[in-house]
C-alpha cells in the first residue's frame, strides 16, 4: 500500500514542510501544522507514515538549495495532485527555466503550448503542489515581480530569487 511521509525544515522563507510519496516529493507548504499534514495526504488519498528515511534526501538538498549549495534537485517529483494542463505547463517550468533564471507569465504560457494565457499561467503559479522545488517564484509579470501565494508572498518570492541571484538585494 502506498503511504506519505512528511518532513519539514526550517528556512530563510520560514517553515518548509514536505509530503513524499514513493514515486517522489508530490507536495510543498510553506508552514507545518496537522492539519496541513491532513489536508495533504487526504488529497493524495494516501495514509500518512512517518519514514524519516524517506524524507531526508528530498530535506538534505532543499538545505544546500537554501545554504546556496545547490542549483537543481535530484530527488523525483510526484506529479500526481497536477491536471494534465498543470502538468504541462509547470513541467516546461521545471525542465526549462534553471536556477537564476526567470520567465513572464505569457514567456511561460507560450513555452507550455497548451494555449493557456497568461493570466491562466498566474492561476496554475498560485495553485502550484510543489513550490520552490517546481520554481513559480521563477515566472515574473511583465510589469514586475507578480505574485506569489507561498511563504509571505511577493517578500517570500523576492527572497528566492535572490537567493538565486536574479535580484540584488533591495531591488524591487
Known amino acids: 500500500m502506498e503511504t506519505v511521509a512528511f518532513g519539514s525544515l526550517a528556512t530563510e522563507v520560514g517553515k518548509v514542510l514536505v509530503a513524499v510519496t514513493p514515486a517522489g516529493l508530490a507536495a510543498t507548504e510553506f508552514d507545518d501544522t496537522p492539519e496541513l499534514r491532513e489536508r495533504i495526504a487526504s488529497r493524495l488519498g494516501l495514509p500518512a507514515v512517518s519514514d524519516s528515511a524517506r524524507v531526508a534526501p528530498v530535506l538534505a538538498e532543499l538545505r544546500e538549495y537554501f545554504d546556496g549549495a545547490r542549483e537543481r534537485f535530484d530527488f523525483a ?20 527555466v534553471p536556477y537564476g533564471k526567470t520567465v513572464t507569465y505569457g514567456e511561460l504560457a507560450e513555452r507550455s503550448g497548451t494555449g493557456v494565457r497568461a493570466r491562466g499561467i498566474g492561476s496554475i503559479m498560485g495553485s ?40 540584488p538585494p533591495g531591488l524591487w
Open 128 to 167: 502550484n503542489p510543489i513550490p520552490i522545488v517546481v520554481p513559480c517564484h521563477r515566472v515574473l509579470a511583465s510589469t514586475g515581480l507578480g505574485g506569489f501565494s507561498g511563504g509571505e508572498g511577493v517578500p517570500s518570492k523576492r527572497q528566492l530569487l535572490t537567493l538565486e541571484g536574479h535580484l
Open 77 to 96: 517529483v510526484d506529479w500526481r495532485l497536477y491536471s494534465v494542463t498543470q502538468q504541462r505547463v509547470l513541467g516546461a517550468l521545471y525542465e526549462t
